[in-house]
C-alpha cells in the first residue's frame, strides 16, 4: 500500500467507500509490466491510477489480480479500486475511454463488494502462449506471437502437456527467487490450433514468475524433439531451474481472463 493512500482497501468499514472492480486489456509492448516502478518508467498500473485519479478526483491504488511482465499482454486482467467517487459506471468508463493510451482500455467496470481484493479473490488464471506457425511471416501477428519456422510434433507435445498437470512443485519452472513455495496447481494445458497460430493454454490456480512461459519452452522443446515426458518428470522431481528449458518471449504471452 502506497505511503499517503487516501483509502485502506482493507477496511471495508470506512465511511462512503465503494471498490470497483475493473477488466483490462492491454498490449503490453511498450510497457514495463504491470507493477508501478519508481520514476517515468511506462507501466500499466502507473497509467491506470494515474487516469483514475483525474477521472475520480482522488489519489487511486488499483491492485491487480497478476503482476505480468515487461511484454506481455492482457484481455482479461483484473483491477480492484477503492473510491470514495459517487461517479456512475458509465461516467467513469467513457472518460477513462478519452484518458487512457490506446495500447490500454478497461473493458468494463461494475461495483463489488466491499472486501472484494483482484489478486487474494482469484480462484484461479487462464494464460496463453501464442505461436505463429504459418508458411509465411504475418506483419500483424509480430508483437503478439512468436515465430517458428520448424515443424512441431503436435504428438509429443501434448503428451508433456499432459504430464505438467497437476499439482506440483514447479521449481524448476519459474524463475522466481527466495523460499516462498513453488507448488501450484496446474489444472489444464490445452494446445489448440488457429489458423496460422498454435495457441499453447495453460489454467491454474496461480502461476510463479515466469512459470507460463517456461512451460510454453518445454512445450516447443517437446515437439521439436528435444524434451519427452520423462525428461519432464525428472525435471518435476529434481527442481533445478538450470536443468529446464528457458523461458519464450514476452511478446507471446497473454493473460486472457481471471477466475473468481
Known amino acids: 500500500m502506497r505511503e499517503n493512500s487516501v483509502i485502506d482497501q482493507a477496511d471495508p468499514r470506512a465511511q462512503g467507500v465503494r471498490v470497483l472492480k475493473l ?30 485519479g483525474r477521472v475520480l478526483g482522488e489519489e487511486i491504488e488499483a491492485s491487480g489480480a497478476g503482476r505480468t511482465d515487461a511484454g506481455v499482454h492482457a ?23 478519452g484518458d487512457l493510451p490506446p495500447d490500454l482500455a478497461v473493458l468494463s467496470a461494475e461495483d463489488a463488494e466491499p472486501r472484494f481484493h483482484a489478486r487474494y479473490r482469484a480462484t484461479g488464471k487462464l494464460y496463453r502462449y501464442r505461436l505463429a506457425v504459418g508458411a509465411r511471416p504475418d ?71 515466469n512459470q507460463a512461459r517456461i512451460m510454453a519452452g518445454a512445450l516447443v522443446e517437446a515437439g521439436l524433439g528435444k524434451l519427452d515426458v520423462a525428461g519432464v518428470a525428472a525435471l518435476l522431481k529434481e527442481g ?11 511478446k507471446g504471452l497473454c493473460l486472457v481472463k481471471v477466475l473468481y
Not at 477488466?23 to 483514475?52: I, M
Request: no cysteine; aromatic share 8%; glycine share 10%.
Open 139 to 209: 506483419p500483424f501477428a509480430a508483437r503478439y506471437a512468436l515465430r517458428l519456422t520448424s515443424a512441431l510434433d503436435r504428438g509429443a507435445m501434448g503428451s508433456v502437456a499432459a504430464a505438467l498437470v497437476g499439482r506440483r512443485d514447479f521449481s524448476a519452472f519459474t524463475n522466481a527467487k527466495g523460499d516462498k513455495s513453488a507448488t501450484r496447481e496446474l489444472r489444464a494445458v490445452r494446445i489448440v490450433e488457429r489458423g496460422d497460430f498454435l495457441d499453447l493454454e495453460f489454467e491454474g490456480d496461480g502461476f510463479l514468475r
Open 75 to 97: 484481455e482479461g486482467q483484473v483491477a480492484s479500486v477503492p473510491t470514495r467517487s459517487g461517479k456512475s459506471l458509465e461516467r467513469i468508463l467513457r472518460s477513462l475511454d
Open 23 to 52: 477488466v483490462v486489456a492491454y498490449d503490453g509492448t511498450d510497457f514495463k509490466g504491470w507493477q508501478r516502478l519508481p520514476g517515468k518508467a511506462r507501466t500499466v498500473q502507473g497509467f491506470l491510477e494515474a487516469a483514475l
Open 240 to 250: 533445478v531451474r538450470a536443468k529446464a528449458p528457458g523461458a519464450l518471449e514476452a
